[in-house]
Every structure is written in C-alpha cells, then in structure tokens.
T-cell receptor, first 113, second 112 residues
Framework: DAMVIQNPRYQVTQFGKPVTLSCSQT?????MYWYQQKSSQAPKLLFH???????NEADTPDNFQSRRPNTSFCFLDIRSPGLGDAAMYLC????????????FGDGTRLSIL | QQQVKQSPQSLIVQKGGISIINCAYE??????FPWYQQFPGKGPALLIA?????SEKKEGRFTISFNKSAKQFSLHIMDSQPGDSATYFC???????????FGQGTTLQVKP
C-alpha cells in the first residue's frame, strides 16, 4: 500500500512553461519535504513544511515554490523551468517527534524540452 | 561540519559475500543515522537506522556498526544477493532540525 504518492511519475514540459508536481500521503505526518535528485547524486532538500509553516533552504532558487493546502497534500511549483531543472523530484513525509524516519515517494521524473 | 562523507562510491561484490559501506560525520549534534536503499526509478526506502546510544544494530542480513568516538558508522550486508544491487545512502540528522544530511551514495553491484 503506497503511503506517499507522487503524481505524475513522469512529466515533460517545455523550457519556461510552469509545471506543478503533486504529493499526497496517507501517514498523517506533520512534516512534508521536497527533494531534487539528479543522476548519481544524493537527494537535495529544497524545502519542507512543518504543519503549515514553510521552511525554505537557503540555496533553493526562487523559481521553486510550494503549497500545502492540507495535511495530506503538498505541491511543488516550478514557475519557469530551465534545462538545469531536469531531475527526479522526491516527496517525503515525517513525524516531527524525536527523529522519526522520513518516508519517500517514488518521485516524479521531470524532463525539459 | 554538516557533511556526511560516504565511501566507496561504487562496490562490486560476489553473491554470498559481505558488502561494507562506510560513512563519517563531523557534527556531534547528529543523533539519528538511517541508511536508505534506492533502486532505479524508485524513491529511497529506509533500510535500517541507529541512534548513538548503541554500537550495533542488526536486522536480518543488514547490520549497522556505530563508532561514536570516531564519528563513523558503517553498513554491512551479509550474504549479499543480486537483488541487493542498488544505490545505498547513509544519512544523519539531529532532533533539533529533523533534516536529513545524506552521504554521496554507493552503487552496489552483486554479481551472481
């Protein structure tokens, strides 16, 4: 049973055309994370929500935005994708209680034409 | 100080052998050390994790060894199988932030 679900699994967009990736969870975790993972690299944290509090990483480009309308859903918006934004985007959830593990979805593979 | 250094970058092991991946950290505030396994086209999956109050944790064929004084921890995969072929990431976090700091990853290939 999938607990962190990402849609779509594959997304192709044009250079500069806004795109939205979605993530939903059935774990009722209060923290949701977005990571960018490029080929042969570790996941890189973009930002996370602790409940409704948004926490941006210092080096996350302004081009990347996020929304969390409720506990179960979180969205990643890329306002003007560039070729360098082609990557796997991973959503993860966690419960902010004494270092509980993060649970990852299977990601969305984003390609830029 | 926030880095986690992982080695080797790649590893080839014969079926039935022992796979060993090492990680080192600097930040003494880290208090949670998970290992993730990632197959191509999939998200990382939690494999096993340890906290610094124990020196070893074993789950099936997977064992974490933890050396607090040396600030090192390692993953041992006993009786390695071709199905274990994947990329392995060590990570560290502190209860203050909950953020995972990942190692660079190790690509493991287990030959039949």
């Amino acid at each position: 049973d999938a607990m962190v679900i990402q849609n779509p699994r594959y997304q192709v967009t044009q250079f500069g055309k806004p795109v939205t990736l979605s993530c939903s969870q059935t774990l009722n975790h209060n923290v949701m994370y977005w990571y960018q993972q490029k080929s042969s690299q570790a996941p890189k944290l973009l930002f996370h929500y602790y409940d409704k509090d948004f926490n941006n990483e210092a080096d996350t480009p302004d081009n990347f935005q996020s929304r969390r309308p409720n506990t179960s859903f979180c969205f990643l918006d890329i306002r003007s994708p560039g070729l360098g934004d082609a990557a796997m985007y991973l959503c993860a959830t966690g419960q902010a209680t004494d270092n509980q593990p993060q649970h990852f979805g299977d990601g969305t593979r984003l390609s830029i034409l | 100080q926030q880095q986690v250094k992982q080695s080797p970058q790649s590893l080839i092991v014969q079926k039935g052998g022992i796979s060993i991946i090492n990680c080192a950290y600097e930040n003494t505030a880290f208090d949670y050390f998970p290992w993730y396994q990632q197959f191509p086209g999939k998200g990382p999956a939690l494999l096993i994790a340890i906290r610094p109050d124990v020196s070893e944790k074993k789950e099936g064929r997977f064992t974490i060894s933890f050396n607090k004084s040396a600030k090192q921890f390692s993953l041992h995969i006993m009786d390695s199988q071709p199905g274990d072929s994947a990329t392995y990431f060590c990570a560290a976090s502190s209860h203050n932030t909950g953020k995972l700091i990942f190692g660079q990853g190790t690509t493991l290939q287990v030959k039949p």
